[in-house]
């Protein structure tokens, strides 16, 4: 019985986005000061499976992240998804940290933060969505790209139990890794990143995936490629992947110091923080 109530929460899952690598928040990124990043998020394939009515899909994410802290040396982003359709589609996620180089030299960036949490609180006998996700990494660039590794720890374990009934798995490694830029520089392309990560533990969030980043603009960026489960009978129709295509914009919500400095002069100024820099190869 839990493990069918569990199969049923599915649309409430892995899907509270903060700054993300490709499946898991496997990267120290996170947002500028006053940058919201817009997600939409697809995950599916072709169906039914045997024996499901109806197609075997995740629900549509739609979310918003963004920073909110104007230092340099501390960043902060918060956020927020919609799962439709789902019974209880909002899922919250905060992410703290502290980018490369500011503490000592050569020191990698760091990272903490929670993801999934969820409006609905499980009970002795109801599940509910609230998975309450904590994570920590630590990252360093190579080349332009970079590679982090890190852990998870799920405090409410009643939404980390295998979806065959084998156990609870609600604790785990997260890694991730970003090439550096491939330029394009065509008029429409402007470069592709690859990405890879996974998630480890055999629950609905358990993952690994991996595809291409296609950069239209620096604020424009299309991510596409599969995502295999570690526990697929927790995932909808039972898939053991998906095939996943994600849209993500940041919208500025004040200049940049480049597009200050090109902007004519005038006889008085108001000055503006420069924004927190984030690497170009780094997700959302």
């Not at 069918?4 to 928040?25: D, E, G």
């Not at 620096?218 to 599969?226: A, F, R």
């Not at 004519?264 to 984030?278: G, S």
Request: glycine share 10%; charged share 10%.
């Amino acid at each position: 019985m839990k493990s069918a109530l569990f199969v049923c929460l599915f649309s409430a899952a892995a899907f509270a986005t903060p700054t993300t690598t490709f499946w898991a928040p496997s990267t120290t990124a996170i947002q500028p000061f006053l940058t919201p990043h817009i997600t939409y998020d697809t995950y599916f394939w072709k169906g039914p499976a045997a024996g499901q009515a109806g197609s075997p899909v995740y629900p549509v994410t739609t979310g918003l992240t963004m920073g909110v802290l104007p230092f340099e040396n501390l960043q902060l982003e918060i956020g927020f998804d919609l799962l439709l359709p789902s019974s209880d589609p909002l899922l919250l996620n905060a992410k703290l940290g502290v980018p490369e180089d500011k503490l000592f030299p050569y020191q990698p960036s760091l990272a903490i933060g929670i993801m999934g949490v969820g409006t609905k609180t499980s009970t002795a006998t109801t599940l509910g969505t609230d998975y309450n996700l904590l994570y920590a990494q630590v990252q360093h660039t190579i080349l332009g790209g970079y590679v982090s590794a890190g852990g998870y720890y799920g405090l409410q374990d009643k939404l980390y139990n295998a979806g065959d009934g084998s156990g609870n798995n609600r604790a785990g490694f997260m890694g991730g890794f970003t090439s550096p830029d491939i330029k394009i520089d065509a008029q429409w392309l402007q470069k592709i990143n690859i990405a890879a990560d996974v998630q480890t533990g055999k629950n609905v969030f358990g993952a690994f995936g991996g595809g291409v980043y296609f950069y239209f603009t620096d604020k424009v960026d299309l991510l596409t490629g599969p995502v295999y489960y570690f526990d697929p009978s927790s995932q909808p129709g039972g898939r053991n992947w998906f095939w996943t295509v994600q849209l993500d914009i940041d919208l500025p919500l004040r200049s940049s110091p480049a597009a200050a400095a090109a902007a004519p002069a005038a006889p008085v100024q108001v000055a503006t923080a420069p924004a927190a820099p984030v690497p170009a190869s780094e997700k959302k």
